[in-house]
């Protein structure tokens, strides 16, 4: 089992940056591929971005192209997001989940281990 916690989620203006960590546990994370999602108060829980177990393949939802990186560190067990030219459209709550298949791609159904989430909100 895979135990995931987020951090780095905050208060920012728009047009401001934000790097967000999910922090793993177990000993195979480098076999997991890494995604994060987001949900907005009354949406439903949409992808944003994924990052297979070796990093090779990354995918990112239309809405986050050109301003959202996903990046991981085996070595320390973590996988970023980092977020520039935020806007007000990107407030939710961000989470963290990992695939034991390895893809990190955008298919909701595919991940197994989800964290409790982050708050990112965007003032205009």
């Known amino acids: 089992q895979v135990q995931l916690v987020e951090s780095g989620g905050g208060l920012v203006q728009a047009g401001g940056s934000l790097r967000l960590s999910c922090a793993a546990s177990g000993r195979t994370f480098s076999s997991y591929g890494m995604g994060w999602f987001r949900q907005a108060p009354g949406k439903e829980r949409e992808f944003v971005a994924g990052?297979?177990?070796?990093?090779?393949?990354?995918y990112y939802t239309d809405s986050v192209k050109g301003r959202f990186t996903i990046s991981r560190d085996n070595a320390k067990n973590t996988v970023y997001l980092q977020m520039n030219s935020l806007k007000p459209e990107d407030t939710a709550v961000y989470y963290c989940a990992a695939d034991y298949l390895g893809l990190g791609n955008g298919r909701e159904s595919g991940y197994d281990y989800w964290g409790q989430g982050t708050q990112v909100t965007v003032s205009s």
């Open positions: 990052i297979s177990r070796g990093g090779g393949s990354t």
